[in-house]
């Protein structure tokens, strides 16, 4: 508990049908807070019953369409000196409460930016955000996306807050982008030069993959709309831009997007990763090792001293796939040795990541297919395997995934395997030359060994 003298901290919150994430968030902060303020917005399941288990102030508000304005309204019931805000689909780093009730004690500021990571199939974002503040020295704006509006300047802290928000089943996940788009519209409608809005609107069109949508809407923005004293917006959509050109496989496009990024901020981490993945697509590997050292120095460099970028990095965890990446480089390039330095580098580091993973986040296919092919390097078929299993639990079916699944049971003996694996690819494309050439090699081994099995033993 808060020690006698130490400033009061609330936990306030708004909430809708959060029955399910609530208990592990108010777990979270348990012994940490003074208060717990909850407004329910409407709920129809047992998130009002959840709080006041919890010991909450609960209160009822009716759903205005204002993220901004049910969070405003909340605030009147705090009692404490200082507001921690949390959503639902949140929990506090418990380690980090003393960290919590440090900041407090701080009088030349009343905003304090947390570390926000999210986790996403492709890997944790990071974003600083101001989630603590004295009571009465600020409110929120904005319908959607809310940004809280503060007197002064702020504290950076590294207390951390994780969210799980973007690892739903695509059915809720699609009913949250739906949401957030038609606020974002109609905020965009009041004010067509808020850049914030354009922002979070081009980053859902891509989240959703409506790479098309994203990158046309981010060209016109970032030609159209005045970016000072947001330079922060304009990296953040030129990423954007830059990895829907990628999806869409118009690197020359992505490739211009990075450099429009890193013309501004040399050392963005994001405009990097991309950077070094399109040369990778594009096989200058030469160029496509430069840009991922790149990224992996400015990487090491932002974790060595942080500071208040206002930027949400999409790339903080994927030193991993730029190892993995940087790996295939080296080969190619003739550079074995430190190539499998690498990929042994890339399998230490996704370990390390996974086991951090909550249970309901599920790792992308494309991870999980490109730690496979690492594994396969360092010839560790048994372990590929298991990352294709992943990929097959995940609903890929792919011919490179058969034909790299074959290639596996293959190197382990189980030539049979190999076959089904190799006829699979094959059937999903009849014209898949590599597989084509793989299972011919197969059967004439299959023939060799069942001629040296049916040669008689000589005694």
Known sequence: MPSSGTPTVCLCMIVKNEAESLPRCLESVRGVVDEVV??????????????????AHVYDHPWQDSFSEARNYALQFVKSEWVLQLDADEELERADAPLLR???RGQDYHAVYLSILN????????????RLFRRGKAHYEGIVHNQLVYEGRPCLSQIRIYHYGYALSPEKMS????????????QLQEDPQDVFAWYNLIRAYRNRRQFELAARTGQEVLEDLCFKDKENL??????????????LGDLRNAELFCRKALEVDRQYIDALFTLGV??????????????????????????????????????????????????ECLLQMEAVPQ???????????????????????????????????????????????????ECLDLGVYTPQLFNNLAGCHARLGDLEKARIAYEHALRLNPHYEEAQNNLRVL?????????????????
């Open 38 to 55: 909850v407004v329910d917005t409407g709920s129809t399941d047992g998130t009002v019953a959840v709080a006041k288990q919890f010991g």
């Open 443 to 459: 059967e004439r081994l299959h023939k060799a060994r069942a001629e040296r099995l049916s040669v008689p033993a000589v005694s």
């Open 234 to 247: 304009f990296l953040m959509i030129c990423y954007d831009v830059a990895c829907s050109f990628l999806e």
């Open 175 to 186: 009913a949250k982008y739906e949401r957030a788009t038609q606020l974002l519209r109609r």
């Open 102 to 104: 440090q900041v407090v």
């Open 119 to 130: 986790y996403m199939p492709q890997g944790r974002t990071q974003l600083y955000y101001p």
């Open 278 to 327: 399109v040369y990778h697509k594009m096989c200058q590997w030469q160029k496509a090792a430069f840009a991922l050292k790149d990224y992996l120095h400015a990487l090491d460099a932002w974790r060595a001293s942080p500071r208040l970028h206002r930027l949400s990095l999409g790339s903080v965890d994927h030193e991993f796939l730029a190892h993995a990446l940087l790996g």
């Open 339 to 389: 190539a499998l330095e690498s990929f042994r580098h890339a399998l230490s580091l996704y370990e390390a990541n996974s086991r951090t993973w909550p249970p309901e986040v599920r790792p992308h296919p494309d991870i999980l297919l490109q730690m496979g092919n690492v594994a396969i390097r360092l010839q560790r078929f048994e372990q590929a395997l298991s990352f294709f299993q």
